[in-house]
């Protein structure tokens, strides 16, 4: 898109729209000088200014005066992205009240509602779905707002997003599901929810690891003990190494105890360690004495 240059009166337009001035915005738009949906170098316009910045009344005032929800910016965001972004759940009825489209697309796939998820800004979530926004909508990389919601720990916006029919295992091209990647965040309240929703616990990324593995790995032991409620595979990976590997290196001894009770104490990696010696190699000497005192009543 080719952007003309701003004039002075343009700038000016644009300010008092970032500041939520409204008397000046009319004052601006009576002299007849300025286009209503004038557009900076970026295609930002006032409307998607007023909108960002939560400004309901400059809002409203620039809809009245015809302003286009439909504009976005060079990244393909508009108005409609922002207040979802910004959790402004009044800028958002109004938008969609004037027609704004509710699943248009930023340039790399984000919607509104995966902006709100990613946010865990539930009115606007719910306000979102209600009024028909798709719950698997997906990214490039083809994540969607449960994962992005999984992510950041937000098990409300999680919730609603099931509720209203997003698919629990639905995959980024990584493989990893929203179960895997809240494991590896270590989001034992998220994880939890995906798990009684029907969540896959032994889900491959494509680097052969697990959640278990991964929550492991990290030292998540509330994770691993929500995991393992649902029998997972504790054994050796495509990895080459198995959770209780992942655990050793990690140096949490809490999750190393949780998951010794499961066996493979004596099990060797594809590079020939065992737990303890895993341990010892990254350095985490008191996890890697606890496995030889394991190993040594396990012979």
């Known amino acids: 898109m080719s952007l003309k ?21 009319r004052t601006l738009l009576d002299t007849g000088k300025v286009h209503i949906d004038s557009r900076d170098r970026d295609g930002t316009t006032p409307l998607i200014l007023s909108a960002a910045m939560g400004h309901t009344e400059c809002v409203r005032e620039l809809l ?5 929800p439909a504009c976005s910016r060079t990244t393909g965001t508009s ?16 938008l969609l009240d004037h027609g704004a489209a509710i699943d248009a697309p930023s340039t790399d796939g984000g919607t509104p509602l995966f902006v709100a998820c990613q946010c865990g800004h ?52 990584d493989r990893a599901t929203p179960l895997w990647i809240a ?9 939890r929810l995906l798990l009684a929703a029907g969540a896959y616990v032994d889900q491959l990324r494509q680097d052969g690891a697990t959640p278990l593995f991964k929550a492991a790995h990290k030292g998540h ?53 065992t737990p303890a010696l895993a341990a010892a190699a990254a350095g985490k000497k008191s996890v890697a004495q606890y496995l030889r005192e394991k190993e040594g009543k396990t012979k």
């Open 5 to 25: 240059k701003e004039s002075r009166t343009d700038v000016q337009f644009h300010l008092a729209a970032l500041r939520g001035d409204a008397a000046r915005l």
């Open 64 to 68: 009245a005066q015809g302003a286009d």
């Open 79 to 94: 108005a409609l992205f922002f207040a979802a972004q910004g959790g402004f759940l009044d800028i958002a009825q109004v």
């Open 122 to 173: 539930l009115p606007v979530v719910d306000e979102l779905i209600r009024r028909g926004a798709n719950v698997n909508s997906c990214m490039k990389d083809k994540a969607t707002p449960l994962f992005i919601a999984a992510q950041n720990g937000h098990e409300d916006v999680c919730r609603a997003l099931l509720t209203a029919g997003a698919c629990v295992d639905r995959a980024r091209l």
């Open 183 to 191: 494991a590896q965040c270590g989001h034992d309240h998220v994880v």
């Open 221 to 273: 032991t509330a994770v691993v003990g929500e995991l393992l409620k649902y029998k997972p595979n504790v054994g050796l990976l495509p990895n080459g190494q198995t959770a209780l590997h992942g655990a050793a290196m990690s140096g949490e001894l809490s999750c190393v105890k949780l998951l010794a009770t499961r066996g493979g104490i004596r099990t060797r990696s594809s590079q020939g360690l």
